[in-house]
């Protein structure tokens, strides 16, 4: 069994990024999370970082104005961490083209919704609840899969359903859809440090 090298990417809250972190902790994930970086030099993610010990980075167009420099910089930490799996929880920019070539195929993603549905361009936080809403459909859930350098079209890993109640808002179902993601993204990575998902 491999013992994953986790590196995340996340730009604002991260709690999910805290579950597999969690997880590690309690054994239930067989996986070291190596490094975080964000955009976001005020994330509460970065501050969740430290706070275990991890090391944590703001990398941005600010600290790095030149595209070539930035997708460099990220390369480097990673190397530097001996990362081998990133994960991105809730990062807000597209990862570089560069960095999706070097960690080919182990780049995974959540999503809050059943994709293929929901997904996409402008398919982030309240705008996916807002749209399941609105397509009235009774199940939402969360689904893990694999980054391609098209928005939310990689390989889908794994999938939970959440149902939508009659009285949901987008902030209720938000709040149902995130408590299954705290589950399927941590059991997931751990189904790849099993080989029962190969990536
Ligand atoms: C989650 O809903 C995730 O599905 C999406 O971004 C949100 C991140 O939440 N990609 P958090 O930062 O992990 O709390």
Do not use: W
């Amino acid at each position: 069994m491999n013992k994953l090298r986790l590196g995340f990417f996340a730009s604002h809250g991260g709690s999910n990024m805290q579950a597999i972190i969690d997880a590690c902790k309690s054994g239930e994930l067989f996986a070291e999370p190596a490094v975080c970086a964000s955009n976001n030099s005020k994330s509460r993610a970065l501050e969740r970082c430290r706070a275990e010990s991890i090391p944590a980075y703001h990398v941005s167009s600010k600290t790095h104005p030149d595209p070539k420099d930035y997708e460099n910089a990220l390369i480097e930490i990673l190397e530097r961490h001996f990362v081998d799996t990133i994960c991105l929880a809730g990062f807000m920019k597209k990862l570089p083209d560069a960095v999706l070539e070097r960690f080919n195929g182990r780049v995974l993603n959540i999503h809050p919704a059943l994709l293929p549905k929901f997904g996409g361009k402008g398919m982030y936080g309240l705008n996916v609840h807002k749209a399941v809403l609105e397509a009235r459909e009774s199940r939402s859930g969360a689904t893990v899969h694999l980054v391609s350098s098209e928005y939310d079209r990689g390989k889908i890993l794994a999938r939970r359903e959440a149902p939508v109640l009659p009285d949901d808002t987008p902030e209720s179902l938000a709040a149902r859809v995130l408590e299954i993601e705290h589950e399927i993204y941590p059991e997931t990575l751990q189904k790849i440090a099993l080989g029962e998902i190969i990536i």
